[in-house]
T-cell receptor
Framework: DAKTTQPNSMESNEEEPVHLPCNHS???????IHWYRQLPSQGPEYVIH???SNVNNRMASLAIAEDRKSSTLILHRATLRDAAVYYC???????????????FGTGTKLQVIP | GAGVSQSPRYKVAKRGQDVALRCDPI?????LFWYQQALGQGPEFLTY????????KSGLPSDRFFAERPEGSVSTLKIQRTQQEDSAVYLC?????????????FGSGTRLTVV
């Protein structure tokens, strides 16, 4: 499985933007970049995904480097409810049968300071 | 229902006891996954179902772990002769399919404590 590397923890002040980095230097051409977050005592929640182009949705933005070896999840205005563990994962859509086992790392624990 | 439902929410088992954990996926979701999450760690893959077929069970840690999804909807993860190292949160996730456009929807998990 292609691996991702994320900082263990980050801090942000409330109402300020947060940039959560992810390195995936061994990404293959068919790997999509997905982000999930896990609030305390909850299961992971899908945030956003992309392949090559930057993506925006109501929750966040995803900026993907031109060489695709890194990406950044952007929360435009952090709130206390955004305090969670954020996981960057790769999903290969080129595998047989369209199925791939998703591997989560340890993620980045985001602390939001009031 | 609107989301993935798991029960029980919490389970305390004595060492050696058998347990069964239930997952109700979102109606119509073809794909179903089980994950195990130890404290402070990310979720670890256990097994995958496509409808009723168990296509990947490579993550099951031992033959004490068994999962089934007989009618392609509700799934049960069974752990026989529980050990202390089985203590973890067990997460279930479902997806309409496994295509890139489909994110997984996770349940809140079952926290298993083996004493």
């Amino acid at each position: 499985d292609a691996k991702t590397t994320q900082p263990n923890s980050m801090e942000s002040n409330e109402e300020e933007p947060v940039h959560l980095p992810c390195n995936h230097s061994t990404i293959s051409g068919t790997d999509y970049i997905h982000w999930y977050r896990q609030l305390p005592s909850q299961g992971p929640e899908y945030v956003i995904h992309g392949l090559t182009s930057n993506v925006n949705n109501r929750m966040a933005s995803l900026a993907i480097a031109e060489d695709r070896k890194s990406s950044t999840l952007i929360l435009h205005r952090a709130t206390l409810r955004d305090a969670a563990v954020y996981y960057c994962i790769l999903r290969d859509q080129g595998s047989s049968g369209g199925y791939q086992k998703v591997t989560f790392g340890t993620g980045t624990k985001l602390q939001v300071i009031p | 229902g609107a989301g993935v439902s798991q029960s029980p929410r919490y389970k305390v088992a004595k060492r050696g006891q058998d347990v069964a954990l239930r997952c109700d996926p979102i109606s119509g979701h073809v794909s179903l996954f089980w994950y195990q999450q130890a404290l402070g760690q990310g979720p670890e893959f256990l097994t995958y179902f496509q409808n009723e077929a168990q296509l990947d069970k490579s993550g099951l840690p031992s033959d004490r772990f068994f999962a089934e999804r007989p009618e392609g909807s509700v799934s049960t993860l069974k752990i026989q002769r529980t050990q202390q190292e089985d203590s973890a949160v067990y997460l279930c996730a479902s997806s309409f399919f496994t295509g890139e456009g489909y994110g997984y929807t996770f349940g809140s998990g079952t926290r298993l404590t083996v004493v």
